[in-house]
């Protein structure tokens, strides 16, 4: 198995799960609970197990996701796209979910890749902590890595609750960002077609 240069390394000392429930009767008394209240007893058990799902992501190698790729294409070579991808995240900043949808295309070389996996690569980097920026230039940047095609184009679009729930309680604002490789970088005319497929020509 490739070594993915983009994984993130564990961190040095993980607690335990009993430690980690610990953690959330702390946080439950911080907002004014008390943690022995009979609905809250099982509360940091599910929690727990609730991260175990919301941060999946830091068990899920995507370059090995991706490895299995198809070389009999018939000579295709036009544009891939998977749009609408349902995108589940969390923020870094504040660890609220930044939902949305992400877009993913590519110019194949000579191997493409099944479909879904380029929605498990999605989740892969949607599953953990994130910032907007890095986590599309880290899908864009490892489909390039991996299957080395003519272009690779991500963009993602979502709604960050740590706007919506606190702060500046905006609602209602989408944010949008792009990475942009290969063909779609460098030749208008591909970067234009993938726009007017995403119905933004
Ligand atoms: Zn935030």
Known sequence: MAINPLAVPPPPDRPSRAEAEAAVRTLLRWAGENPLREGLLDTPKRVVKAYEEFFAG??????????RTFA??????ELVLLKDIRLESYCEHHMVPIIGVAHVAYMPGSR?????????????YAKRLQ????LTAQIANTIDAVLKPRGVAVVIESEHQCMTTRGVHQHGT???TSR????FRND???RRELMSLLGKG
């Open 188 to 190: 208008a005319n591909t």
């Open 174 to 176: 989408t944010m949008v």
């Open 72 to 77: 009999e294409i018939e000579g295709y070579d």
């Open 112 to 124: 493409v890749v099944g479909i879904s996996k380029l929605a498990r690569v999605v989740e892969a």
């Open 180 to 183: 942009m490789l290969g063909v």
């Open 58 to 67: 830091y068990q899920v190698d995507p370059v090995a996701v991706l490895e």
């Open 131 to 134: 910032i907007q920026e890095k």
